[in-house]
């Protein structure tokens, strides 16, 4: 993959249009064929694709417009796997008032995300992401980045005790399930045409900040069973396992500090360098990592790994200058070096289907700043 410097590209997901949305809705309804919703998902693609191409994104993405967010999608793709909204699983976890006052506080409305919940034992129906692929490689020339969840958050999200240790006695034996599949989905990609592998592994971040004690909706289990250094070593295990399969792929790992919400007080703060040394021991060439927002702190270096580097947020309204992109990229150039930093956003434009982070035309000149900064850094 021949890239230039300071190679621009998005984090994955892009607003849904309305009739896709609506589309979405029913076909989980079962009142819309799968074939349909396809053909009304294609047609997204292909606008995002041409808007990436015409602003001049380097590597290009589908924006997930098939999914109903970055990880919850695998539900229709896994046997053993049903999506619940958050309120369905307020019915089973054990301590309801907890995730309640859980969901109220971060601004999570419980009708609009969806959790993948291992309800029986999981395997592969169809390949997780390998038919997207397949169809932006049909219809782009560009290197092609494919977000995955991945194999921690995974783990954490099936895994809801009430009804998953019927079938997995620990959230160890269902994550070795999980990286089996995982596995065999980076194979599928990288034959499909897939040229970068993201896996999204947001509530890292939340180990390290909270102590261990979850304050994230995105896994069932409101807390995780060990001491935080436990928990990202059992973490850095399952990615390096699943990292593996990509041989000579580049891979990257995308780490934020929550996307759902545009309530500023509502989403994790502190800097990234508590995870410095679990960063080094990732197996992967790139950290996708958030520095757009304050809350991120300063920047961090990791030696030997490249930078996604933050360099517009996607959940405020204000285009970001092209001055202060340039400002930031030859700040992370000094500290890595310009053949190591990539430009990106923060996160997603729209983690989840139904809510959304912005608006289209703003993500869209966002993109437009980051572009012309990257022009500029490299006439530079």
Not at 181 to 199: M, P, S, T
Request: proline content about 6%; aromatic content about 8%; some cysteine.
């Amino acid at each position: 993959m021949s890239l230039p410097p300071f190679p621009t590209t998005t984090v994955g997901s892009w607003p849904r249009p309305d009739a896709l949305l609506q589309a979405q809705r029913d076909k989980q309804g079962g009142r819309l064929g799968g074939e349909e919703f396809e053909r009304r998902a294609d047609a997204a693609v292909l606008d995002f694709l041409r808007l990436q191409e015409e602003i001049g994104i380097d590597i290009v993405t589908d924006g997930e417009q098939r999914r109903d967010n970055f990880y919850s999608f695998v539900a229709e793709k896994l046997v053993g796997v049903r999506l619940m909204t958050l309120g369905e699983m307020l019915e089973y976890v054990e301590d309801k008032q907890s995730f309640e006052e859980l969901l109220q506080r971060l601004d999570v409305p419980s009708f609009a995300i969806k959790n993948p919940t291992c309800i029986g034992p999981v395997s592969r129906r169809s390949s997780l992401a390998a038919e997207e692929v397949r169809f932006l490689r049909n219809h782009t020339d560009r290197p092609i980045k494919v977000p995955l969840p991945g194999p921690y958050i995974l783990t954490r999200a099936m895994w809801v005790p009430e009804v998953t240790q019927a079938h997995y006695a620990s959230k160890e034996e269902l994550a070795e399930v999980v990286v089996e599949l995982l596995c065999q989905e980076v194979r599928d990609v990288i034959a499909a045409g897939a040229d970068f592998i993201q896996f999204d592994e947001p509530v890292l971040t939340e180990l390290v900040f909270t102590q261990g004690k979850t304050r994230t909706f995105m896994c069932a289990a409101l807390a995780s069973r060990k001491d935080p250094a436990e928990e990202l070593a059992f973490a850095t295990s399952l990615i390096n396992r699943v990292a593996a399969a990509a041989g000579t792929t580049r891979v990257g790992v995308h780490v934020c500090r929550g996307n759902w919400s545009r309530r500023e007080e509502t989403l994790l703060s502190g800097s990234y360098r508590p995870l410095a040394p679990v960063f080094a021991e990732f197996e992967v060439d790139q950290l996708v990592l958030e520095y757009a927002t304050d809350r991120a702190g300063d920047l961090v270096a990791v030696p030997g790994k490249e930078v996604g580097l933050g360099v517009v947020n996607p959940r405020t309204d204000d285009v970001e200058s092209i001055e202060s992109i340039v400002s930031r990229g030859r700040e992370a150039a000094a500290l890595w070096s310009a053949d190591k930093v990539f430009l990106n956003p923060d996160c997603g434009f729209a983690t989840f289907s139904e809510r959304e982070m912005n608006a289209p035309e703003v993500a869209a000149a966002k993109l437009r700043a980051m572009v012309a900064a990257a022009r500029e850094l490299r006439e530079r």
